[in-house]
C-alpha cells in the first residue's frame, strides 16, 4: 500500500524482539507512524528511540487490547495496517504437553491474531482500506514429530487468513500471509525449551534430543536467515500496491512449500521424520 497523506499507521504486534521488533524498525525507515506492541514494554527502546511508539500488549488479554487500539485510534484516528506477528513455538509430543499449555498456544497464535483483528477491523472499513499482514510459518505448510500444537496454530493462521481475505475484499482490505522459515530470533531458544521440557525424558527422550541436536545445526546454518530479512518482505506485503497472497522468506522457506507442493504426503513423511 503506497503511504497516503496523512501518515499512515501500523500496529504490529510481538515488536519486543525478532522479526517484530526488525520489521518495526523497518517501517518506521519508511516513514509510517508504528505502534509497537509486546508485554515487555522495555525491550522496544528501540523503537521509541527511532521514532515509533511502544506500547503494552498482551495478545491473551481482551482489555490489553482494547486498550491499544483506543489509544491509537485517539492519537492518530486511523489504523491502515496491522501485522499480527506476537507467536511463540509450543513444543513436545501431543502426549506429553499439557491441554493447558496447548490452549495457551492456541491463545497467543491464533485468537490473540484473530481478537485484534476484530478490534481493528471496523476501523479500516470506515476508512474503507486497510491490509492485515499474518505472520504464520512454514510450519503451515510442512510439519515436524514432536510439533503438533505449534503446527496446528499456523495451519489455522493460514486457514482464518485465506477466508478471511474473501470476506474483506468487498471492504478495500486485504489480507495477506508471510511464511518465515528458520529465522535466528528467541523463538529458537523458547521452543527448544519447550521440546525438552515437555518430552526430554520418557517414551520420547530420544526423539526429543536428536530434533534438538538437529535444530540447532538448522540455526546455526546456511538455511536460517535474520529477522532483517523478514522484515524487509513484511515492509514489501504492508506498502506494495497489489501484493501476493503469501510470501515464503528466506530461500530455504520457498524451496520447502515448493517441494512440499511437488511430493506425496508419504514421502514428505520419509524426509521430515528424519528431524527426529
Ligand atoms: P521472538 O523473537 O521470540 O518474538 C516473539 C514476539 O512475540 C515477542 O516480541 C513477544 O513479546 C511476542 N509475544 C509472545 N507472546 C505474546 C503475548 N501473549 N502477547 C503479546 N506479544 C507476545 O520470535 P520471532 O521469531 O520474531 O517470532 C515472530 C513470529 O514469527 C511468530 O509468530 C513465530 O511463530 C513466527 N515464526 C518464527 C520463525 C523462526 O524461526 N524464528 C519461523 C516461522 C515463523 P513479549 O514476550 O514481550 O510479549
Do not use: C
Not at 511463540?88 to 498456544?105: K, M, W
Not at 495451519?155 to 518465515?180: K, T, W
Not at 521440557?197 to 538448522?218: F, K, L
Amino acid at each position: 500500500m503506497a503511504p497516503t497523506t496523512p501518515t499512515p499507521v501500523a500496529l504490529i504486534t510481538g515488536a519486543s524482539s525478532g522479526i517484530g521488533l526488525a520489521a518495526a524498525l523497518a517501517l518506521i525507515e519508511k516513514g509510517w507512524a508504528v505502534y509497537g506492541g509486546a508485554r515487555r514494554v522495555d525491550r522496544m527502546q528501540q523503537i521509541t528511540d527511532a521514532g515509533g511508539t511502544a506500547i503494552e500488549l498482551d495478545v491473551t488479554d481482551d482489555s490489553s487490547m482494547t486498550a491499544a487500539v483506543e489509544r491509537i485510534v485517539a492519537e492518530r484516528g486511523r489504523i491502515d495496517v496491522l501485522v499480527n506477528n506476537a507467536g511463540y513455538g509450543s513444543y513436545g509430543s501431543l502426549e506429553d504437553v499439557p491441554i493447558d499449555e496447548a490452549r495457551r498456544q492456541f491463545e497467543v497464535n491464533v485468537f490473540g491474531l484473530a481478537r485484534l483483528t476484530q478490534l481493528v477491523l471496523p476501523i479500516m472499513r470506515e476508512l474503507g482500506r486497510g491490509r492485515i499482514v499474518n505472520i504464520s510459518s512454514i510450519g503451515a505448510r510442512i510439519y515436524e514429530p514432536l510439533g503438533s500444537w505449534y503446527h496446528s496454530t499456523k495451519f489455522a493462521v493460514e486457514g482464518l487468513s485465506d477466508s478471511l481475505r474473501l470476506e474483506l475484499a468487498p471492504h478495500g482490505i486485504d489480507v495477506v500471509i508471510v511464511q518465515p522459515g528458520p529465522i535466528r530470533t528467541e523463538w529458537n531458544t523458547i521452543s527448544r525449551e519447550s521440546l525438552l521440557e515437555r518430552s526430554g525424558q520418557g517414551a520420547y527422550a530420544e526423539q526429543a534430543s536428536r530434533m534438538h541436536a538437529n535444530y540447532t545445526r538448522v540455526d546455526e546454518g546456511p538455511m536460517s536467515a535474520s529477522p532483517e530479512e523478514v522484515a524487509q518482505t513484511i515492509v514489501h506485503a504492508v506498502t506494495t500496491g497489489r501484493p501476493r497472497t503469501r510470501y515464503a522468506v528466506p530461500f530455504s522457506a520457498k524451496a520447502i512449500v515448493g517441494l512440499r507442493r511437488l511430493l506425496p504426503d508419504r514421502m514428505m513423511d520419509a524426509i521430515l521424520s528424519r528431524l527426529a
